[in-house]
T-cell receptor, first 112, second 114 residues
Framework: GQQLNQSPQSMFIQEGEDVSMNCTSS?????WLWYKQDPGEGPVLLIA?????ELTSNGRLTAQFGITRKDSFLNISASIPSDVGIYFC????????????FGTGTRLTIIP | EPEVTQTPSHQVTQMGQEVILRCVPI?????FYWYRQILGQKVEFLVS????????KSEIFDDQFSVERPDGSNFTLKIRSTKLEDSAMYFC????????????FGSGTRLTVV
């Protein structure tokens, strides 16, 4: 089936550090999305990527859609306490396909 | 900012009982979805709904599940006879279009089957 594998599974960093996480698949995805989930809440869209090679920023967040269309990364610069949460990549396998496949998640913890 | 609203936030039910989870999508959105997340796991697609009918469903969405948009604003997920393994967070989402749009998710309903 369609699997999106995220790494690392969890990260423990100090406030102010930069963060990098990625998402890979054995299949091509035509849209890549990055979501953040806080405890007890639904996923919130951070960045959407629609074109292979695309690099997009949203404040301190930067994400890229891999050239092979089988991977994406998310960077967070100068982390702050509210960055804590679980980050999920997600993708649409086909154009016109409504199903969103989610990755396995990266849990970010900030050490005081 | 427009929101997807889900009720209740938490529901506890006995095994074998029927439950209905309710959602009010964003008003100008046309596509509606249900996803679930078993505790500590990833978010999984259940079903998508467009133009008053199911457009896609996963293998999880078996005959025990059904969806309905009864009145043009609410979007419901019914589980006919709940099983212990149905315990999960259920998220409703909506979008203006497909593929080129990110979904907006609700805050979820935590379903606990005992």
């Amino acid at each position: 089936g369609q699997q999106l594998n995220q790494s690392p599974q969890s990260m423990f960093i100090q406030e102010g550090e930069d963060v990098s996480m990625n998402c890979t698949s054995s299949s091509i995805f035509n849209t890549w999305l990055w979501y953040k989930q806080d405890p007890g809440e639904g996923p919130v869209l951070l960045i959407a990527l629609y074109k292979a090679g695309e690099l997009t920023s949203n404040g301190r967040l930067t994400a890229q859609f891999g050239i092979t269309r089988k991977d994406s990364f998310l960077n967070i610069s100068a982390s702050i306490p509210s960055d804590v949460g679980i980050y999920f990549c997600a993708g649409h396998r086909d154009f016109g396909n409504e199903k969103l496949t989610f990755g396995t998640g990266t849990r970010l913890t900030i050490i005081p | 900012e427009p929101e997807v609203t889900q009720t209740p936030s938490h529901q506890v039910t006995q095994m074998g009982q029927e439950v209905i989870l309710r959602c009010v999508p964003i008003s100008n959105h046309l596509y509606f979805y249900w996803y679930r997340q078993i505790l500590g796991q990833k978010v999984e697609f259940l079903v998508s709904f467009y133009n008053n009918e199911i457009s896609e469903k996963s293998e999880i969405f078996d005959d025990q599940f059904s969806v309905e948009r009864p009145d043009g604003s609410n979007f419901t997920l019914k589980i006919r006879s709940t099983k212990l393994e149905d315990s999960a967070m259920y998220f409703c989402a909506s979008s203006v279009g497909i593929s080129n749009y990110g979904y907006t998710f609700g805050s979820g309903t935590r379903l606990t089957v005992v």
